[in-house]
């Protein structure tokens, strides 16, 4: 029951938002984006919506640790967004050398 969320809970579901509003803009800038930008953006919108729903879950747990799963789901988040980070920052590298 919302009413009886505490600060963690209240902060978990701000988290969640946070991210979805990242995802969205994610996947709006993938609209514009041209060349190997556009799917990295896409897959970076994927991984901000897929890390909203673990914090969403992680509600319900009670801790981002445990169980097992919701680790194992925000450690591939987290892999996937460290990856398109390195992809986007080859990208730009890539093209100040161009």
Do not use: Y
């Not at 988290?15 to 800038?29: D, F, G, K, Q, T």
């Amino acid at each position: 029951m919302i009413s009886a969320w505490g600060i963690a809970e209240w902060f978990n579901a701000g988290e969640a938002a946070l991210w979805l509003v990242v995802a969205v803009a994610c996947a709006v800038n993938s609209r514009r984006a041209v060349g190997a930008r556009r799917p990295l953006a896409l897959i970076a919108a994927i991984a901000f919506a897929l890390f909203a729903g673990s914090d969403l879950v992680e509600i319900s747990t009670g801790a981002w640790w445990s169980p097992w799963w919701l680790l194992a789901w925000k450690t591939a988040c987290v892999a996937m967004l460290l990856g398109c980070g390195v992809a986007w920052w080859r990208s730009r590298r890539r093209q100040s050398d161009a």
